[in-house]
């Protein structure tokens, strides 16, 4: 479906952002393997952790969902689950298919994990690597580089495996096979990527020690507390409404109890460094995550910044909207070191590139990353989301400063993480 975007006037109120969605993909799962009750509240009912939610079921985990929409998760233990009686379908949610990998290393049955278009031709080799290394039978189509992924589990044992690259995906699925590992398991990361995992797992009685970029997970004989949580809400959702409210003029915006882990909020340090008005208060903690609200104001006097190294993988998965941001800044906005963008649900270095020239934007494509010239008029006209519900919202936003209408194609495709995405934005223009 396509959407149409015109210029806003102003931005202005106050959002409750959507639940987060790593935490919403790691709390069914790992209440899945818990040995107890689990509730989860304000999981984000959107397609990619309805995917972790309907795999689990498929894996016989009792799951109930109560009519204030909460989760009860009967989880039964670790060695609980059985073998599914068909290809489990991870949709177009990477986290589903790597963090599910792991666990299903070491489960003594046949599983087969596939996904949509997107999905399947994203880059697996990097946890059958380590998987098979700790003795996983995991093999993968076009050798092992792409889904369907084929597991027959079995025994595991414990690695020391130091990460190529960046990813929380790998380093959860190494940690959730390790918790079925006999030796103990370490891993090692470059830059620090969301900590989600080890956090969760922590939280419900793993032994987990963490060290600067190194985890290491002692498996031991025990079994997983259940889960009582509130999800808070995300931060990388909440960010399209942070950089909508700096670029429109005349704008104000409160956004509630969004999960300000260190992990995820590069953007908000870059904002701040590009001279954007923005505070926080009413800190505070849920779930075991920092939690707070935002406020933010227009910005008409954005700077270009240079943005690199340990920052990336804290601000991946806003790239697209920085990228919008940049172009409004003053100077030149270089972003490197960003490689595994072209690994995500689209190659979103080159999208952004293609997408934002066709808006007049100064831009240039490098393999890891890009440059932005600032500040350009932007043009609306047709631009393509290549079905990646961030380029679709970060096009979108895009069109609210463009002179004339922005049609994104495939607008819907924002359902993967945030459904009520154009009905919130029409909101906060009235
Ligand atoms: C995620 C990790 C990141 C991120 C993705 C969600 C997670 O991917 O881009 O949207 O929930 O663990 P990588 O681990 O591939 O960097």
């Avoid at 987990?208 to 009582?228: G, H």
């Avoid at 590009?274 to 910005?299: H, Y």
């Amino acid at each position: 479906m396509d959407r149409v975007i015109k210029k806003a006037q102003t931005i202005k109120g106050e959002i409750i952002p959507p639940p987060d969605k790593s935490i919403s993909h790691r709390a069914i799962m790992f209440a899945s393997l818990a040995k107890g009750k689990s509730r989860i509240r304000n999981f984000l009912w959107a397609k990619d952790p309805i995917s972790s939610l309907n795999s689990m079921k498929s894996l016989s985990v009792e799951i109930e969902i109560t009519e204030s929409k909460e989760i009860i998760v009967n989880g039964k233990g670790l060695s609980s689950l059985k073998e599914p009686d068909n290809v489990i379908d991870c949709g177009n949610s990477g986290t589903t298919m790597r963090l599910l990998s792991g666990i299903l290393s070491a489960q003594p049955f046949l599983s087969i994990l596939t996904g949509d278009d997107s999905l399947r031709y994203r880059p697996m080799r990097r946890i059958i690597k380590p998987l098979s290394l700790m003795g996983a039978n995991i093999i993968a189509r076009d050798d092992n580089k792409f889904p369907p992924i084929v597991i027959k589990g079995g025994p595991l044992r414990g690695i020391n495996y130091v990460m190529p690259v960046a990813s929380a995906q790998v380093k959860s699925a190494i940690l959730l096979a390790g918790l079925y590992a006999k030796e103990e398991t370490t891993v090692k990361e470059p830059y620090k990527s969301r900590d989600h995992t080890e956090k969760m797992l922590k939280n419900m009685g793993a032994h987990i020690e963490i060290n600067d970029n190194t985890i290491k997970l002692i498996p031991k004989k025990y079994e997983l507390n259940p889960l009582d949580i509130t999800i808070p809400n995300d931060f990388s959702s909440a960010c399209f409404f942070i950089a909508a409210t700096c670029l429109v003029p005349k704008s104000e915006l409160i956004i509630k109890q969004v999960n300000l882990n260190e992990t995820r909020t590069g953007l908000l340090d870059t904002l701040k460094l590009m001279g954007a008005t923005i505070e926080i208060f009413n800190l505070n903690e849920q779930a075991g995550e920092p939690v707070g609200d935002i406020f933010v104001k227009s910005s008409s006097e954005l700077k270009g910044v240079t943005v690199q190294g340990d920052i990336i993988p804290r601000l991946i998965d806003e790239f697209p909207i920085l990228c919008v941001l940049a172009t409004q800044a003053e100077g030149k906005t270089v972003i490197k070191d960003a490689k595994e963008l072209r690994a995500k649900e689209s190659d979103r270095i080159k999208t952004m590139t293609l997408e934002l020239k066709k808006m007049g934007v100064k831009i240039e494509e490098f393999e890891d990353g890009v440059e932005i010239e600032g500040p350009c008029k932007l043009i609306g006209t047709d631009v393509h989301s290549y079905k990646d519900h961030r380029i679709a919202m970060a096009l979108s936003i895009a069109g609210l400063i463009a002179e004339g209408e922005t049609k994104i194609k495939d607008s819907e495709c924002v359902d993967i993480s945030f459904p009520q995405f154009y009905e919130l934005l029409e909101i906060l223009q009235r």
